[in-house]
């Protein structure tokens, strides 16, 4: 129990640290405040893009679904990756030249800019953060639950420690300090993550091989397909294809220094995330923790990774993981709180009333308590599996952007197109999800919302005509 | 501007991709078949998914890169 005091002290320093140096460094303006004044280089880059995906989704809902449902739900990462390599790579590269013709700090600021619609940066803006609210929620229940069953700690305690590290990063440096942090976040996270599963293939008999003879022998579906039908798996596919629009990924994209930084964070995040991170948590829930804690069923299988490590390593190891759950989870809900305060404070307050940056950085400060208050009540009044707060009430949500973030791509988009299809695709997606089921056809929550509002999109924007304004930005930035 | 020749190898690798993860993976996986006699079929999708977007995304950002006239 003093070695995890000792992990917190440690940790508590280093972070008070980047907070120190961001605010030094930090020219206080919403520029640099926001988006760490577009100075961010590839490899606090990677980090940052990295770690704000990988939360404690990966050591708990992920690992939890594989091993519950099987190897079928590895769509959802899988493609999910590929999403984001085009977010970063080619969505990235549009949204350095708004950030270079156009000074936007925010991607509803981009979309405001390229329809010429402060109503569809609003409109984006609140999509956006409702959202994020569940998905920071997410995080603060994992952390919170961890602490109380692994350390014997109160829930109390991790949410609050989490909350104070978040408000030091967030107040004193902002994103420079917020994506700096996550580079102290993600090694921390890569070592915890990676070195117990090597040790744990190397306790199973026959390793690798002799897991998957295990699984089969009892089992076949949770080695082979998994437990849905194919029609669901597809919806896993499609919704992990529509990734690319989550805020807090293109957030970090405005924040780096140049074309050739994304083309080099792309790169890492191929290597490392598909042949180590996501390669291993694969590993962890498809093979490894089956084997070495067999029987866990419902939340319980949330926990499939750290029961494991806690069945054969000494309790030291299993503090040190669990101070890399947190540092996940701090590591996306930091980005995440920044993201949807400055949505908030730039795109919807500032959208109807001018601001001075000063009075836009005080405003996204205080809206970040006011989000993480949010992001809590949000997961004590709906508590679910951790897998389901992401992929079947973020996920959807941010993938309604779909048609607005492929429109920087059409000439022919309009401001209305934008805002049918964000009203009919969040409709049809509350009453399908929550009212009457039988809507979402028997698949993933995504499919036929974003579908919908895709179709809803194109039909409008093929009768209504865009502005000269919007043309304008769409030719000027065409060649980025 | 994105140039049309370096995106087409983009292109294709994500379709291959797509066709293995998409069709391949359900007909060996529902068919019962598991890879090199023990590995599972979505671990070798993984793989091969990877190498593909590697050498996709890898050449586009390399050609991209070197024809840049400067950052932005």
Same mark, same amino acid.
Request: positive net charge; proline residues 4%; glycine residues 10%.
């Given at each position: 129990?003093?070695?995890?005091?000792?992990?917190?002290?440690?940790?508590?320093?280093?972070?008070? +640290?980047?907070?120190?140096?961001?605010?030094?460094?930090?020219?206080?303006?919403?520029?640099?405040?926001?988006?760490?004044?577009?100075?961010?280089?590839?490899?606090?880059?990677?980090?940052?893009?990295?770690?704000?995906?990988?939360?404690?989704?990966?050591?708990?809902?992920?690992?939890?679904?594989?091993?519950?449902?099987?190897?079928?739900?590895?769509?959802?990462?899988?493609?999910?990756?590929?999403?984001?390599?085009?977010?970063?790579?080619?969505?990235?590269?549009?949204?350095?030249?708004?950030?270079?013709?156009?000074?936007?700090?925010?991607?509803?600021?981009?979309?405001?800019?390229?329809?010429?619609?402060?109503?569809?940066? !609003?409109?984006?803006?609140?999509?956006?953060?409702?959202?994020?609210?569940?998905?920071?929620?997410?995080?603060?229940?994992?952390?919170?639950?961890?602490?109380?069953?692994?350390?014997?700690?109160?829930?109390?305690?991790?949410?609050?420690?989490?909350?104070?590290?978040?408000?030091?990063?967030?107040?004193?440096?902002?994103?420079?300090?917020?994506?700096?942090?996550?580079?102290?976040?993600?090694?921390?996270?890569?070592?915890?993550?990676?070195?117990?599963?090597?040790?744990?293939?190397?306790?199973?008999?026959?390793?690798?091989?002799?897991?998957?003879?295990?699984?089969?022998?009892?089992? &076949?579906?949770?080695?082979?397909?998994?437990?849905?039908?194919?029609?669901?798996?597809?919806?896993?596919?499609?919704?992990? +294809?529509?990734?690319?629009?989550?805020?807090?990924?293109?957030?970090?994209?405005?924040?780096?220094?140049?074309?050739?930084? +994304?083309?080099?964070?792309?790169?890492?995040?191929?290597?490392?995330?598909?042949?180590?991170?996501?390669?291993?948590?694969?590993?962890?829930?498809?093979?490894?923790? &089956?084997?070495?804690? &067999?029987?866990?069923?419902?939340?319980?299988?949330?926990?499939?990774?750290?029961?494991?490590?806690?069945?054969?390593?000494?309790?030291?190891?299993?503090?040190?993981?669990?101070?890399?759950?947190?540092?996940?989870?701090?590591?996306?809900?930091?980005?995440? +709180?920044?993201?949807?305060?400055?949505?908030?404070?730039?795109?919807?307050?500032?959208?109807?009333?001018?601001?001075?940056?000063?009075?836009?950085?005080?405003?996204?400060?205080?809206?970040? !308590?006011?989000?993480?208050?949010?992001?809590?009540?949000?997961?004590?009044?709906?508590?679910?599996?951790?897998?389901?707060?992401?992929?079947?009430?973020?996920?959807?949500?941010?993938?309604?952007?779909?048609?607005?973030?492929?429109?920087?791509?059409?000439?022919?988009?309009?401001?209305?197109?934008?805002?049918?299809?964000?009203?009919?695709?969040?409709?049809?997606?509350?009453?399908?999800?929550?009212?009457?089921? &039988?809507?979402?056809?028997?698949?993933?929550?995504?499919?036929?919302?974003?579908?919908?509002?895709?179709?809803?999109?194109?039909?409008?924007?093929?009768?209504?005509?865009?502005?000269?304004?919007?043309?304008?930005?769409?030719?000027?930035?065409?060649?980025? | 501007?994105?140039?049309?020749?370096?995106?087409?190898?983009?292109?294709?690798?994500?379709?291959?991709?797509?066709?293995?993860?998409?069709?391949?993976?359900?007909?060996?996986?529902?068919?019962?078949?598991?890879?090199?006699?023990?590995?599972?079929?979505?671990?070798?999708?993984?793989?091969?998914?990877?190498?593909?977007?590697?050498?996709?995304?890898?050449?586009?950002?390399?050609?991209?890169?070197?024809?840049?006239?400067?950052?932005?």
């Amino acid at each position: 129990m003093i070695e995890f005091y000792v992990y917190l002290i440690i940790v508590t320093l280093i972070i008070l +640290l980047i907070g120190v140096w961001g605010y030094r460094v930090g020219k206080k303006t919403a520029f640099d405040y926001l988006i760490a004044g577009g100075t961010i280089g590839w490899i606090a880059g990677y980090f940052w893009i990295a770690f704000v995906i990988y939360s404690a989704w990966t050591f708990f809902g992920y690992a939890g679904y594989l091993y519950r449902v099987g190897p079928v739900y590895h769509y959802y990462p899988m493609l999910a990756h590929l999403a984001f390599a085009f977010a970063i790579l080619i969505l990235g590269r549009k949204f350095l030249a708004y950030r270079k013709i156009y000074g936007v700090l925010t991607p509803a600021h981009v979309l405001a800019i390229r329809y010429d619609s402060k109503m569809v940066g !609003i409109v984006s803006a609140i999509v956006w953060t409702i959202f994020i609210i569940p998905y920071i929620g997410l995080q603060i229940t994992a952390v919170g639950a961890m602490i109380k069953t692994f350390v014997g700690l109160s829930y109390e305690f991790g949410v609050i420690y989490m909350t104070i590290i978040m408000l030091i990063l967030i107040f004193l440096g902002g994103m420079r300090s917020v994506a700096w942090a996550n580079v102290f976040w993600g090694t921390i996270m890569l070592v915890a993550f990676i070195g117990p599963l090597i040790w744990a293939i190397t306790l199973i008999p026959g390793g690798l091989e002799g897991a998957s003879s295990a699984i089969l022998q009892k089992d &076949p579906d949770l080695l082979l397909f998994g437990k849905v039908s194919p029609i669901f798996g597809l919806g896993l596919a499609f919704a992990g +294809l529509t990734t690319f629009c989550w805020p807090h990924v293109l957030m970090a994209t405005l924040g780096m220094r140049e074309k050739k930084t +994304l083309v080099q964070v792309t790169i890492l995040w191929l290597v490392v995330g598909g042949f180590i991170v996501y390669l291993g948590a694969f590993l962890w829930g498809n093979l490894v923790s &089956p084997v070495l804690a &067999p029987g866990l069923t419902g939340k319980a299988a949330d926990t499939a990774v750290l029961v494991s490590i806690k069945n054969f390593a000494p309790y030291s190891v299993v503090l040190f993981v669990i101070l890399a759950v947190l540092a996940a989870a701090i590591s996306t809900a930091n980005t995440q +709180l920044m993201t949807s305060s400055a949505l908030v404070s730039n795109d919807i307050i500032k959208g109807v009333r001018v601001l001075s940056d000063i009075q836009l950085i005080w405003l996204t400060r205080v809206i970040t !308590i006011i989000v993480i208050i949010l992001g809590t009540l949000f997961a004590y009044a709906y508590p679910v599996e951790i897998a389901r707060m992401l992929d079947y009430i973020a996920s959807p949500g941010y993938s309604l952007m779909t048609a607005a973030l492929l429109g920087l791509y059409w000439k022919k988009g309009t401001k209305e197109g934008v805002i049918a299809s964000l009203i009919v695709g969040l409709v049809y997606l509350v009453i399908a999800t929550y009212v009457y089921p &039988p809507l979402l056809l028997g698949t993933h929550p995504a499919v036929v919302p974003v579908i919908l509002a895709i179709a809803v999109y194109v039909l409008v924007s093929l009768g209504t005509r865009p502005s000269e304004r919007a043309l304008e930005a769409f030719e000027k930035t065409k060649e980025f | 501007m994105l140039a049309r020749k370096h995106v087409l190898v983009l292109i294709i690798t994500v379709v291959i991709s797509l066709i293995l993860s998409l069709v391949v993976f359900p007909i060996v996986a529902l068919g019962g078949y598991l890879l090199g006699g023990w590995c599972p079929p979505m671990l070798g999708v993984h793989i091969v998914c990877f190498i593909l977007w590697l050498i996709g995304f890898g050449y586009y950002g390399y050609v991209e890169t070197k024809e840049m006239k400067g950052g932005i």
